[in-house]
Nanobody, 125 residues
Framework: VQLQASGGGLVQAGGSLRLSCTAS????????MGWFRQAPGKEREFVSA????????YYADSVKGRFTTSRDSAKNTVYLQMNSLKPEDTAVYYC???????????????????WGQGTLVTVSS
């Protein structure tokens, strides 16, 4: 499975961006799609996850209420809608996927088998 992330860019604080992550194959109901980010000088951290079966979503506390994950099944694409962006949201955002992940592990990057290339989001103050 190959993942293609896109949609990053430069935005002012308070603005919005929508990231996309498209899978090269039709994602089955077993898949969980995750979003992670890595800010300069920091470790990569969990942002959100989308459970294909049932459409359940999970978020890091730092983005809850501002970010929303959704999907377009026909396009094999998961979106990360980011609103009310803050300078501390500046990072390279990565999408990831796994078909065997259990919910208790969705925040652990090492448990995802497939990764996209990352897209840079810069939020200016």
């Amino acid at each position: 499975v190959q993942l293609q992330a896109s949609g990053g860019g430069l935005v002012q604080a308070g603005g919005s961006l929508r990231l996309s992550c498209t899978a090269s194959v039709r994602t089955s109901s077993r898949f969980i799609m995750g979003w992670f980010r890595q800010a300069p000088g920091k470790e990569r951290e969990f942002v959100s996850a989308y459970k294909w079966d049932g459409g359940y979503t999970y978020y890091a506390d730092s983005v809850k209420g501002r970010f929303t994950t959704s999907r377009d099944s026909a396009k094999n694409t998961v979106y990360l809608q980011m609103n009310s962006l803050k300078p501390e949201d500046t990072a390279v955002y990565y999408c990831a996927a796994d078909s065997r992940l259990i919910l208790s592990r969705i925040r652990y990057e090492g448990d995802y088998d497939y990764w996209g290339q990352g897209t840079l989001v810069t939020v200016s103050s």
